[in-house]
Structure formats: structure tokens, C-alpha cells
């Protein structure tokens, strides 16, 4: 499968006081990359999907991803005209040096804001599992929402079989089937413990959205979150996000492997 990674973006030319758009395209690798600039007044899906044209010769990709949310609907329409799949999401990290070898890459992310709360569980806690179990005890369950890609499973990161890998789990009772299905929805990306008054755990979704699952100022909880913390970079980033109706450990509801954007 062929796939590509890009961007397309005003930048302000300082000397002329015009505005121009740059678009930036890559491989996983920076094996192959194409650059290609308009004026703004130039700037739509169709000088896109003509660039895309031109970059691509006789092999269109099959998917391209985009992580930025203001490049996203150009290029999806460009995507459309070609037939060509359009990802959108925040791992595109080839695109993302190259574009800091040219410009600061700084990107508008809102504050967080709380999670609706007809969608709150019951409790939560930081929890951790042995790499080496992560795999074998959610893969093969009967969970109605499971994120597992190949890429994050613990043996494809290198990660010692013994290696605790820190999460959270949230006991959604009545609501826990809701809330996963929000979850799926608003597509999990890292969970971080920001340190305040008080302290807050932030869910990390989509491109650029942000949510508060839960503040706490107690300081056995905020140890818990500091060792989380402490586990995620031992762990490559990796952790995960388990979501059930209670603390029996008979079902599931929906689980997803996370890692912290380097």
C-alpha cells in the first residue's frame, strides 16, 4: 500500500507582504518527497489535486494522511476527485520534522474542555500490565470496541515482556457502553497527567482536541499519576485506556493502546 503524508498550509512571505500556501508531501521515510507553493487566491482542492497529480505520475497513492485540521477538508476533496483515501490523523511524523527543518510547527489546540457528563463512570484508577500480557489478555475478549494496531503492540516496540505498561481504567456502569462509543468517536490519542490546583488527567483526541477526564487533588492519587507518568517514558509512550462497566474483570467494554506523541 502506498502512503503518503502532507500538508497544505498558508505561510505569510515576509518580504512581499503576500500570502502564499505551501504544500508538502512525503513517504513514511522521506524516501520521496514533493514541495510545491500558491498564491492564496490559487489556493483550492483542484491546484491540490493537480499537485497531487503531478507528484504521483502513473501511481497515485492509495492513502494519504493529514494531520493538520485546517488542511484537512482541501485535501479530502482533493483526495475525492482522485480516489483517493484520505486519513486524518496526528502520526504522521515524517511530515511533521520536515516541516521543522523549514518553519516552527505550532498547531491551535483549544484548551480542554470536560467530558459530557451524561458520559462519566462510576470511578477510575491508573492501573499497568506486564508488556508481555498486553496482547493475550485483550485481543482474544469478547470487546465490543478494541484498538490494537500493529504498530503500538509492545513486541513491535521493543518492549521487554516484563516492562509494566501504565493505563487507566475507567468503570463506566450503566454508561459504559456510551462512553466507549464516544471514545470511538472522538479516536483516543494519549492520556497525560497535568500537574495544578487541582491536578487533572487530559485525554489527548483526534487532531487537536483535548478532554478532561478527571481533577483530583488528592496526594496518593497524584503520586499514582506521577508514576504513571514515570512508566510512559520507560515504556516508549505506551499505555492504554481500558473502559468496563465494573471492577469484577468479567467485561469489557472497549480498550485502546495509546502513545504519547514524541
Known amino acids: ?5 502532507a500538508d497544505f498550509y498558508r505561510r505569510p512571505q ?37 499537485q497531487i497529480q503531478l ?9 494519504i494522511q493529514v494531520f493538520r485540521p485546517q488542511s484537512l477538508s482541501l485535501i479530502e476533496a482533493a483526495g475525492r476527485s482522485l480516489g483517493i483515501n484520505v486519513q486524518a490523523t496526528r502520526r504522521t511524523l515524517a511530515l511533521k520534522q520536515w516541516l521543522q527543518e523549514q518553519y516552527p510547527l505550532a498547531l491551535d489546540k483549544p484548551p480542554p474542555a470536560p467530558l459530557p457528563e451524561n458520559l462519566w463512570g462510576e470511578q477510575w484508577r491508573f492501573a499497568s ?6 496482547e493475550e489478555a485483550f485481543s482474544d475478549r469478547p470487546i465490543p470496541i478494541l484498538h490494537m494496531p500493529e504498530y503500538l503492540k509492545p513486541i513491535n516496540l521493543g518492549l521487554a515482556s516484563t516492562l509494566p505498561v501504565p493505563g487507566v481504567v475507567i468503570y463506566g456502569g450503566r454508561q459504559s457502553m456510551r462512553l466507549a462509543r464516544w471514545l ?19 485525554l489527548e483526541a483526534g487532531l487537536v482536541d483535548r478532554f478532561i477526564v478527571a481533577t483530583f487533588a488528592d496526594q496518593e492519587v497524584a503520586a499514582s499519576a506521577q ?17 468496563q462497566p465494573d471492577d469484577s474483570g468479567m467485561t469489557y467494554t472497549g480498550f485502546w493502546l495509546l502513545q504519547t506523541e514524541d
Open 227 to 243: 508514576s504513571f507518568e514515570q512508566r510512559k517514558q520507560q515504556s516508549k509512550g505506551l499505555h492504554f485506556l481500558l473502559v
Open 129 to 134: 500490565l506486564g508488556a508481555g500480557d498486553v
Open 184 to 202: 470511538q468517536q472522538a479516536r483516543p490519542v494519549s492520556l497525560s497527567y497535568i500537574a495544578g490546583a487541582p491536578d487533572g488527567l487530559v
Open 14 to 50: 515576509v518580504d512581499t507582504g503576500q500570502v502564499f500556501w505551501l504544500l508538502l508531501i512525503c513517504d513514511a521515510t522521506r524516501s520521496f518527497e514533493y514541495q510545491a507553493s500558491c498564491l492564496q487566491s490559487e489556493a483550492n482542492s483542484n491546484w491540490v489535486a493537480s
Open 1 to 5: 500500500m502506498r502512503i503518503w503524508q
Open 55 to 63: 507528484a504521483a505520475g502513473e501511481h497515485l497513492p492509495d492513502v
